[in-house]
């Protein structure tokens, strides 16, 4: 049985896609995903790594069912929820020097 405060926990929804874009339909279908990951509040953590900051579980999976939605016929997508906590103890490099990840992004939500 899942507790209130699990039920709760603060999460990230990664977005990892491999899509096919050696045609112009199959360019227009790539583009048409990260188009519309970004119009939901993803943002690019590398060219085919899309993340969201989400407030709770249930808001990751609402998320995750309109990714789902969007997949393109053709390609590979993963999916993956990871709580604040995970997320903080990633280890971020440019080169040899290490970074900080990303900070949550302020959301305003109304209940």
Not at 9 to 14: A, G
Not at 27 to 52: C, E, H, N, P
Not at 54 to 72: D, G, I
Not at 82 to 108: A, N
Request: with cysteine; charged share 25%; aromatic share 14%.
């Amino acid at each position: 049985m899942t507790s209130r405060f699990n039920q709760y926990r603060i999460m990230w929804l990664f977005v990892f896609f491999d899509l096919p874009t050696q045609s112009k339909q199959e360019v227009k279908a790539a583009t048409k995903f990260r188009t519309l990951l970004l119009k939901d509040g993803f943002t690019m953590f590398q060219f085919s790594i899309y993340l969201r900051h989400c407030s709770s579980r249930e808001n990751a999976s609402v998320h995750e069912q309109r990714v789902k939605r969007a997949l393109p016929k053709y390609g590979k997508i993963g999916i993956l929820k990871v709580t604040d906590k995970q997320f903080g103890m990633m280890e971020i490099f440019h080169g040899t020097k290490e970074v900080l990840p990303p900070s949550p992004v302020q959301q305003l939500e109304f209940f």
